[in-house]
């Protein structure tokens, strides 16, 4: 039975109740069934966990009795509907209607990135410092300190630079992986 069908039978079978309470049930399924197709489920699936129209209309019609029965004052008439859902579809709906994964997450990867960030500028802080050996060493050249002096600070200072450079760039890389992968994983958590 497709789904169209089940909600048809509903509607007939609940003939005789106000049309707000028709429409409020039937919106009421609507909204869950497409929840759940959009979650993957196929229509005999949500159709066996909602019921058989008749069982449905027998909850609206008993739910819509009690209402009468205790709001006979009251002009406004609601239809309170339940039946199980499973809990891992719960959580999913709890997840996408709040931010509750969503900030240790986002905290998570604020730290990390903002650690890679640091390690990249101390990745150009070498690169500055091997920049500023490199300047001594030509001091202690012209300063008369020997040719070995400056040959080992020059050393240092390329050393310096070098590293400063790759650790610089593979950590901004990292960076941004690290960045794309948790707003890749942020956007398929609300979106499936």
Same mark, same amino acid.
Request: aromatic share 12%; glycine share 8%.
């Given at each position: 039975?497709?789904?169209?069908?089940?909600?048809? *039978?509903?509607?007939?079978?609940?003939? $005789?109740? #106000? !049309?707000?309470?028709? +429409?409020?049930?039937?919106?009421?399924? @609507? /909204?869950?069934?497409?929840?759940?197709?959009?979650?993957?489920?196929s229509? *005999?699936?949500?159709?066996?966990?909602? $019921?058989? #129209? !008749?069982?449905?209309? +027998?909850?609206?019609?008993?739910?819509? @009795? /009690?209402?009468?029965?205790?709001?006979?004052?009251?002009?406004?008439?609601?239809?309170?509907?339940?039946?199980?859902?499973?809990?891992? !579809?719960?959580?999913?709906?709890?997840?996408?209607?709040?931010?509750?994964?969503?900030?240790?997450?986002?905290?998570?990867?604020?730290?990390?990135?903002?650690?890679?960030?640091?390690?990249?500028?101390?990745?150009?802080s070498?690169?500055?410092?091997?920049?500023?050996?490199?300047?001594?060493?030509?001091?202690?050249?012209?300063?008369?300190?020997?040719?070995?002096?400056?040959?080992?600070?020059?050393g240092?200072?390329?050393?310096?630079?070098?590293?400063?450079f790759?650790?610089?760039?593979?950590?901004?890389?990292?960076?941004?992986?690290?960045?794309?992968?948790?707003?890749?994983?942020?956007?398929?958590?609300?979106?499936?």
């Amino acid at each position: 039975m497709t789904y169209t069908k089940w909600e048809s *039978e509903l509607k007939s079978l609940l003939a $005789g109740l #106000p !049309e707000k309470e028709i +429409e409020e049930a039937t919106r009421y399924y @609507s /909204e869950i069934y497409g929840d759940k197709r959009d979650a993957g489920f196929s229509d *005999e699936d949500i159709i066996k966990e909602f $019921g058989t #129209p !008749e069982e449905c209309a +027998e909850k609206i019609r008993a739910e819509a @009795s /009690e209402d009468s029965e205790n709001n006979d004052n009251s002009s406004e008439k609601t239809v309170n509907i339940s039946f199980k859902i499973p809990e891992k !579809e719960r959580m999913k709906k709890i997840a996408k209607t709040t931010l509750f994964p969503v900030i240790p997450l986002a905290f998570a990867a604020f730290l990390t990135i903002a650690a890679i960030l640091s390690f990249a500028a101390s990745g150009a802080s070498i690169a500055i410092g091997g920049a500023g050996s490199l300047v001594l060493s030509f001091l202690h050249l012209f300063a008369g300190d020997g040719f070995l002096v400056f040959l080992s600070m020059f050393g240092i200072g390329l050393a310096g630079i070098g590293l400063g450079f790759i650790l610089t760039v593979a950590f901004l890389y990292l960076a941004k992986k690290i960045s794309v992968k948790a707003f890749n994983y942020l956007k398929g958590f609300y979106t499936k």
